[in-house]
């Protein structure tokens, strides 16, 4: 709510920093990295720091491109469709409004989202996966 509102983006960029370290997030807590990720670029661009942005943008988009069918479409206009009319770079990148709308789940995004590491539970990115 912080970071959506932009009342306070110098306690939300802290925050999220803290929250989009994939170091500090347990395997099962993807969803919640993503989510941070996306909302630390968003406050980061809000405060000038474009840069910055990108790097968690592409890491963002590179995911979503993976495995974008995760997340409903609720969830999905939430994280990629700011509050305040702006576009978000990331919604562009991946596509448009017509990327949201889209319910092909391909089966390379489905194959991913079901596997995990055997030994650790873990799943991408937080462990690489082969096979």
């Excluded at 989510?35 to 405060?47: I, N």
């Excluded at 963002?60 to 491109?65: Q, T, Y």
Aim: net charge positive.
């Amino acid at each position: 709510a912080l970071a959506r509102s932009g009342e306070d983006d110098e306690t939300a960029e802290r925050l999220l920093g803290l929250l989009a370290d994939p170091s500090n997030v347990e395997h099962d807590g993807i969803q919640h990295l993503i989510m941070s990720k996306t909302f630390l670029a968003r406050v980061l661009r809000r405060r000038g720091r474009k840069k910055a942005a990108k790097k968690h943008e592409k890491w963002v988009i590179n995911w979503f491109r993976k495995n974008g069918r995760m997340f409903s479409e609720g969830v999905l206009q939430t994280l990629l469709m700011p509050t305040d009319g702006s576009v978000s770079p990331i919604l562009e990148a991946l596509g448009g409004p017509s990327w949201l709308q889209s319910s092909e789940s391909q089966a390379k995004q489905q194959d991913r989202c079901n596997r995990y590491c055997f030994y650790c539970g873990g799943r991408e990115p937080m462990v690489t996966l082969s096979l």
